[in-house]
């Protein structure tokens, strides 16, 4: 199976942390970068942070200083690490592995998406 599959979602409270799991297959997924994405209800998806083959991280404006993606290329697994959590940071949160562009026949693959909840 070609896949990716999130996990760590849950609820959490203001100020807390939580740390995102996903898990990829069927790729080769040293040579693919990995994002997060968010899409909270009545919003736009938008991007939280990407981590490319090569290391290379950017984040979106409204995690910068709060979230840390990483990757552990031999787990297949790229983590978000989410600390200060705000409950605007509620949203499902989306996990994307995209191909490097010269490759024909390869594409984005998206996750089905794991709920991450931040009380007041």
């Known amino acids: 199976q070609v896949q990716v599959v999130e996990s760590g979602g849950g609820l959490v409270q203001s100020g807390g942390s939580l740390r995102l799991s996903c898990a990829a297959s069927?790729?080769?997924?040293?040579?693919?970068?990995m994002g997060w994405y968010r899409q909270a209800p009545g919003k736009q998806r938008e991007l939280v942070a990407i981590?490319?083959?090569?290391?290379?991280?950017n984040y979106g404006d409204s995690v910068k200083g709060r979230f840390i993606i990483s990757r552990d290329n031999a787990m297949n697994t790229v983590f978000l690490q989410m600390n200060s959590l705000k409950p605007e940071d509620t949203a499902v949160y989306y996990c994307?592995?995209?191909?490097?562009?010269?490759?024909?026949?390869?594409?984005?693959?998206w996750g089905q998406g794991t709920q991450v909840t931040v009380s007041s």
């Open positions: 994307n592995a995209d191909p490097p562009r010269a490759v024909i026949g390869w594409y984005s693959i």
């Open positions: 069927g790729i080769i997924f040293s040579r693919y970068a």
């Open positions: 981590i490319a083959s090569s290391g290379s991280t």
